[in-house]
Every structure is written in C-alpha cells, then in structure tokens.
C-alpha cells in the first residue's frame, strides 16, 4: 500500500480522476444551464453568464463540459471492460490450453491486430446508425487484442508453476483452474492496461463524434470539439475548453494505468 | 500379484523445435531423451527411492506416473489398470489413486488462497464429506497427524504466513487427504531446512506405512533414499541402471555408476576410509546418446564392449538387478580382468 503512495504519477492521476467522477455525479448541481437549451446569446465570450461561453446555437459550454463528462466516462469504462472480460477469457484459454488452441486464437488475434479498427468501426457506424451502445461495443470488440496478448502471456508463465501442476493432479478441470487461479493471478497487468484503455476508448469516441458519427442525442466532447470548427475564428472558446476536458479526462486514465503499472510490475519497479 | 505401479518399457522423448541433427530439410529432428526405455515394477505399500543426478529425467518418469506428460511408448498401469483408460474414463479415481508432492512448497499452493479453502477445495472436488462440518473435521484430523497442532490455528492462514517445512508438510496432507494407492513424491525435503527434513521424511513414511500407500521418492540425496526406501532404482540418462533392496543396492553396488555416487556420498564417520571415484565430465546430454552404454563415456572401468552396444539388464540374484556390460563377464565368464576393483 505504501508503494501506491508514494507513486506520484498514480497519485495525480486519483486527484484528477476524482475531481472528473465529481463533476460527473453532480453535473445536475454544477451545470448553470440546461446544456440542451438554446439561450438567446449566439457565440457569447466566456464571461459573468456563460462561464465558459456558448456555442453557435447558443448553448452554454460550461454546462455541456460538465454533462458530458456522463457521457465520455460511460463509454470509457463500458467499452474498456467489454475488451478486458473478451481479451481475458480469450487470451487466457490460448496460454493455459495451448497447442492448436492457442495457434488458431493467436492467428485471430493477429488478424485483428492488423485490421485497422478505426475504419471498421466506421464502417460498422454507418451501417448500423450510431448510437452509444453500439459505439461502446464496437470499441470493446476492436480493442480486445492487447488484453488478450498480456493475458496469453500470463497464463502461458503461470501454467508452468508448480501450483497449477498441483491443481491439476488433484483432479480439478481444466475450466475451473483458468477461472479459479489463472485469471485471478494474473490479471493485474490487464488491470492496469485497462485503465489504459479507457482513455482510448474515450479518445475514440470523441474521434467519432469529431467526425459527426456521434450519438445525436447525447453530448459529448468530441461532438462539441466537432460543432466549434466552424466557430474557431469568431468562437475559440467552444473547441478548445471541450478539448481540454478531452486531455485532462485522458490524461487521468493515463497517469493511472501507468502508475499502477509501475506499482504492480516488478520489473520496472526493480529500476527505480 | 498385482503390481502397484507397472512400468513397461517407458519412453518419453521431447522433440526440439526447430533444431535437426545433421545438416538438410528433412534429417531427422533432435529428441532429448528423458526416459528412455524404463522398466519398474512395485509391489502395493513398498516405498521405492529413485536415485540419479540433476537432468537424468527421474522428475520427468514421475510426470509420467500422473499424467502431467504423456508417454511417447511404452505403458504404465497403476493399481491394475492401464492409466490413458484409466484417466480416460473415471478422471477423479485416477486422481484419488495417484497423488504427487511437488519438490518447491512455496509454490504449490495458489497464494491467494487460506491453508482452510486450499484443504477443504480438495475434498469437494472429490466429494468426500458431506456436510461443511465433516471435511472440516477431517482436515482438522489431518492436520494433527501431520504434526500442525493446533489445527485451528493454521487453517486461516495464507500460504506466505507459513514455513517450507509446515507447507511441506500440508502438502503431504493434501495428498494423502484423497487415500491414494500411490503416492510420487518429488524431492519433497530437497528445499526445506536440513532440522525440519528429519522430521517431514519420518512423517511422509509413517503415513505411507499406515495408509498402505505406496511410496515413490524421487531424490538426488542418497541418504534421504537410504533412510526412506525398502527398494532403490538408480537413474542415469532416463534408465535404470541398477534396481533392487535398498540396503543391498547402498552396501554392494553392482553398476559402476551407483559406485561412483555411492562413494562420493558423504559420511558422518570421519574415520571410515573410502576412496572416492572421481567422475570426470558433465553428464553427457541425453540427446544422440550413440549405440553403447550411456555411462561409457565418463566410466572408469569400460572396455570396447561398451562403447558397442548397450548393456542388457543381469540379475544378480532375484531381487537385484544391473545394466553392465562388467557384471555379465564377471557372473558368466568368470573372466579376473574384468572384475570390478575396488578398494
């Protein structure tokens, strides 16, 4: 515990991502305008009455920050954890059974690896509309890979050591010792890497939106980055608060997963 | 008589990925040898102590026995049934038969586990005991007779929190926990602390002596075995090269190898006078081993036979038995150029 403290890069990383959850939970408290109203006031200064101006339509940006930071973390998170569960189990049966079962998965996972997922989530957009759920899932299947690799990498050391052998000449099935102790011992690297994960996940998202792929209905940074282009010159305000909150959010997840990477590998904490 | 464990002919080779002997596409890839043709046969309730140096593939034969590898030839029937039908069609029997205890006791348990959940997982997989209250009891009475008192008292602890000694001891207890008719014990005392290995090996004996259970002991320490064993076999490069009744095997060793480990043994009698037999080289590797006897190379008493073919296996009375090319001149020809001398 006292190396989580002393970690500064996780520490800050805590700090930023709890002020972000806050402002998430008490956006209905924090926003000083319904972020979906249309105010009178087009392309207003940051000032007294927008704090952080309103965009083309005349949409209080402060408002819209706050309420979509709901947005971004949700997607974050749920498509993130939708790549760990596929990457774990998928990864974990190719390392621990082995032989043809981890040739044919690892040759998927190649595949996968070398399709470029940002088009293909394009494409799955396109032809089946965008909304957030099937943003999220689209972003969970196309990210799996790199769980799946470390997870592949875990199983394949752990099923050497001798109390998985032990496990095995007890009796217990194949099956029940990949979910009782392989996954569990080791998972922490996918932990870490998830967390990783939910930064791109929003990154990706925010890309989409840019794009105007986004979910209509909902507000989301890389909508507003997408809708202040057009404002850059008379209107800086509305692209580049959105897309600081876009870094900062990032940024947070960042600094976690490579803190608790640092904490959790032994390797790179030999260096130190 | 039914045989405990029956090994016939047993190979186990390990192809080298990638690596062929001699030059081309198509030579034949290398195999490293592990077992290379054993024979055993052990009565139920005999402990029989396997001696042979590091690599002589003594872990590998007792992998073969449980199945954590499969042969490449060759059978082995274990109480009375062929072990790929066995396994094949009552997995968990053939678990409860043949049971293993590693060599390293700091990993073989799962670390996230209590010394409680690891005891009692075992017996449910099984199914032995009732209700909750039963095993209990059960791994509480083991407990005991492992010598972990009070019982109560461990059960809530995490591997980490114990010694090897006291793992070690537990898992003796997870094994025998299942009553099984054989039991493979893989350099159990080879990484505890010379004051607790007394102790662990007369407790693992006790417990096979009083559950009937027979005792393989897989060891490099000709003490331990000497101490543990009714019967020895000696490895080197995965075959026997010398079986029998395990004081005999230790006082009148008949295979030139057994010698030279027999007289490298250390002795707590400062004023016996033994001549050690050096062994010159590393132990050749067990890949293209060539027609002769394996040993020839690094033997102190081989002849042309020896690099010629390899040696068939001589009685030399009922219960002992050798592969040397030496015994056969000696009990047959009767030939004083090929005694074995030694001081």
Same mark, same amino acid.
């Given at each position: ?272 | ?68 590898? $499969? ?58 005991? =009732? ?34 000694? #006291?793992? #070690? ?16 014990? $893989? ?124 040696? =068939? ?31």
């Amino acid at each position: 515990m006292s190396r989580l403290k002393d970690n500064k890069q996780l520490r800050n990383g805590i700090i930023f991502l709890t002020v972000i959850l806050f402002v998430a939970a008490a956006a209905p408290l924090l926003a000083t305008h319904d972020p979906f109203k249309l105010n009178e006031d087009i392309l207003a200064a940051p000032g007294s009455k927008y704090l952080l101006g309103s965009d083309g339509l005349g949409r209080d940006v402060f408002s819209g920050i706050i309420y979509g930071a709901r947005t971004s973390i949700m997607v974050g998170v749920i498509a993130a954890v939708i790549s760990a569960v596929i990457g774990v189990v998928i990864g974990g049966i190719a390392g621990f059974f082995g032989g043809k079962t981890d040739l044919v998965i690892s040759e998927i996972i190649n595949i996968f690896l070398m399709l470029p997922s940002f088009f293909l989530i394009l494409i799955v957009v396109a032809l089946f509309g965008s909304n957030l759920f099937n943003m999220m899932i689209i972003i969970g299947l196309t990210t799996w890979t790199s769980n799946a690799k470390l997870m592949r990498a875990q199983a394949l050391s752990l099923r050497e050591r001798t109390f998985i052998k032990a496990q095995m000449t007890l009796g217990k099935s194949r099956g029940r010792i990949l979910i009782e102790h392989i996954i569990p011992n080791g998972i922490f690297p996918i932990i870490a890497n998830t967390t990783m994960n939910i930064s791109q996940a929003i990154l990706l998202e925010s890309s989409l939106s840019f794009l105007g792929l986004g979910d209509p209905n909902l507000i989301s940074w890389g909508q507003m980055v997408y809708q202040g282009k057009s404002y850059l010159v008379n209107g800086w305000w509305v692209s580049t608060f959105s897309g600081l909150a876009i870094v900062i959010t990032v940024l947070a997840f960042y600094l976690i997963g490579d803190g608790l990477n640092n904490v959790l590998n032994p390797k790179l904490r030999a260096k130190k | 008589m039914e045989y405990s464990i029956k090994v016939t002919r047993l190979y186990k080779h390990f192809m080298q990925r990638g690596k062929r002997s001699g030059q081309g596409l198509f030579a034949p890839k290398k195999t490293v040898k592990a077992v290379d043709g054993i024979n055993l046969f052990v009565k139920p309730g005999e402990i029989i102590g396997i001696i042979g140096e590091s690599g002589c593939g003594k872990s590998t034969f007792g992998k073969l026995l449980i199945k954590l590898e $499969d042969a490449s030839k060759g059978e082995i029937w274990l109480d009375g049934r062929e072990i790929g039908e066995f396994y094949k069609n009552d997995r968990l029997l053939f678990r409860r038969t043949v049971q293993m205890v590693f060599q390293n006791p700091f990993d073989t348990f799962d670390p996230r586990f209590t010394i409680r959940k690891i005891l009692t997982e075992t017996l449910d997989i099984h199914r032995i005991g =009732e209700t909750e209250q039963e095993k209990l009891e059960l791994v509480l009475k083991g407990l005991n007779e492992v010598g972990l008192c009070p019982a109560e008292e461990y059960l809530d602890r995490y591997p980490h929190e114990l010694s090897g000694g #006291q793992l #070690q001891r537990i898992s003796i207890l997870r094994a025998m926990l299942l009553k099984p008719k054989v039991l493979i014990s $893989d350099e159990p005392v080879s990484m505890l602390d010379v004051s607790v290995r007394a102790d662990v090996l007369k407790m693992l004996k006790r417990l096979a002596r009083e559950n009937g259970t027979t005792l393989l002991f897989i060891s490099h320490d000709i003490n331990t075995v000497r101490y543990i064993s009714d019967r020895v076999a000696v490895m080197y490069l995965g075959r026997i090269v010398e079986e029998g009744i395990a004081d005999e095997v230790l006082h009148n060793p008949q295979h030139p190898y057994t010698k030279a480990l027999i007289s490298n043994c250390s002795s707590i009698d400062v004023f016996e006078k033994r001549e050690k037999i050096q062994v010159d080289g590393e132990p050749p590797s067990p890949i293209d081993n060539g027609p002769g006897c394996y040993f020839a190379p690094r033997c102190f008493c081989a002849y042309e036979l020896c690099n010629e073919t390899y040696p =068939e296996t001589v009685y030399i009375n009922e219960t002992h038995c050798a592969a040397c090319h030496r015994i056969h001149r000696m009990t047959d020809e009767k030939d004083p150029q090929g005694e074995i001398h030694l001081s």
